[in-house]
Structure formats: structure tokens, C-alpha cells
């Protein structure tokens, strides 16, 4: 069996994976600021769990990772620098560990069920803040692994200003004093996916996806702006710059445990081949 651990800024996700990719159990326990303090309401709340041995894990992290090392560098919305985060999940799981952004996991995970239609895959989160992952033939692009398209600088409002500072989940609670879930009035719709549309122009221009996947939160409720967003879009396009299809995740909020899975079974298939 696998175990995945999906960090995230409020909450922490654990699921137990059978090899086949079916979720045999799991828990939700909250991220504490406090690292030390997460390690150990993590080892506690993973007490409940009937499965006890794994032969691997993936941990899905936030922000900028050095996997070499396995240390996490840097985590956006959490206060945690530089931290062992891979030796210290070993020592709790006591199974062979590895670390990924959750972002290029959530992207693994949904270009698996496009295989075989589109080869260039980008997946974009919308949530408290927006990442993103590009996946190509498949696999996780080794130059791609530290894209951080929510910050990229654009122009809004007659300033530059980070893309998830106008356009995330955070960005429409400040705005409209609503989460996403309570959006009613198509005009704020509108507004959202005017704001989603500036960034996803770079993107498309940028890094000319194939397909790009729309998941996390804000996504969940993409058939509310969907045809808003494209419109925006086709504003822009040109024979250099098409629009690509714009799909929402099969997996909006569950996409990143699934790409642990993902990545947990790739791992595997790889050494099984390197001891043939």
C-alpha cells in the first residue's frame, strides 16, 4: 500500500492507497503554523488509521521544495523555511518517502485521464492562490517543476500586481466579501473570469499547452464562468497564440492526493525495470 499526505495551508489530507489507486482509508487533521507542532499532530492523528505499513509514500507540499535533499525551502502560505521534511516523514511512516510540489501533482494526476488525446497538459489551481504544473508525454517536465504562475506580474487596475493578488480565492473574498460557493450574480462572474483570463493569456502564450485543466476550490465551480472565461480569451487569439481547450479537473479538490498515487506507482514501475 501507499500512503499520500497532501500539506495545505489550513488543513492536512492523509489517504491510504491500495495498488490499484483505491482509497482505502483516510483523515483530515489542521496544518499548524508551528512545524514541530504539525510533525507531532500528525504522527497522533495518524494513530487512527487501521493501515500501519507502507511500502511508499509521496508528501504533496506547497511552494519550493529541494528534493535532492528532501528539505522544503520555502512554503507560501505557511511559515515553515528550510525544513526536513522528508526525513522527518520517514521516521514517522517508516517507509521510503519522497516530496512534490502539490501543484505538479494535482497536474500528474489529471493528464492521466487525458493520456492518449493531449501530450502537453497544464493544470492550473484556483484557490487561496493559484499554482500550476505542466505535464508532458505524461511525466512531471523536470524545467517545469517550479513554475509559480500565480505570481506572475501583470497589470491590473493601472499597477502591477501578482495574478492570485487579483484572481484567486483569496482575491474574490476581498473583493466581493464571498467565497466562490456564494457567488450568485453573473456579473461577478464576469469580473472573476476577467481576471482569470489575463493570466491564462500569458500562459497560453508562454508555455502553449495542448489542454489546460482548471481545479481547486474556485475551480470546482467552473461551468459558472466557463464561457465568460473563453470569450475573454478568443479576444486574444491569434494563429500564434490559439486557445487551447479549457477543461475542468475531473478531481477538483482531490486531485492532488490522487497524484501521489500517481507518482507512488511511477516510482515503483521505475525500479521494478531497473532490477530486470
Known sequence: MYIAVDIGGTKTLVAVFDKKGKIIEHIKSPTSKNYTDFLVELENSLKSLKNKEF?????????????????????????????????DLEKILSCPIEIENDANLAALSEAKHLEGKYNKVLYITVSTGIGGGLVIDGRIHPNFVSIEPGWIMLEHEGRF?????????????????????????????????RNLAV?????IATLTPEVIVIGG????YFDEFRNRLLEEL???ESPLTPVPPI???????EAVIYGCYEYAKALDEKNTSKSK
Do not use: C, M
Not at 509514500?57 to 520555502?74: Q, S
Not at 493578488?165 to 464571498?178: H, L, P, Q, R, Y
Not at 476550490?217 to 470546482?220: F, L, P, R
Open 199 to 203: 493570466g491564462f493569456n500569458a500562459l
Open 55 to 87: 511500502t511508499r509514500g509521496v508528501i504533496a507540499a506547497p511552494g519550493v521544495l529541494d528534493r535532492k535533499n528532501g528539505i522544503g525551502k520555502d512554503f507560501g502560505n505557511l511559515p515553515w523555511h528550510e525544513v526536513p521534511l522528508e526525513e
Open 217 to 220: 476550490g474556485v475551480g470546482s
Open 161 to 193: 500586481k501578482r495574478w492570485e493578488d487579483f484572481a484567486s480565492g483569496s482575491a474574490i473574498v476581498e473583493k466581493f466579501g464571498k467565497l466562490a460557493s456564494e457567488i450568485t450574480d453573473p456579473k461577478d462572474w464576469y469580473v472573476i473570469a
Open 247 to 253: 477543461i475542468k479537473a475531473k478531481n477538483p479538490e
Open 234 to 236: 478568443q479576444i486574444f
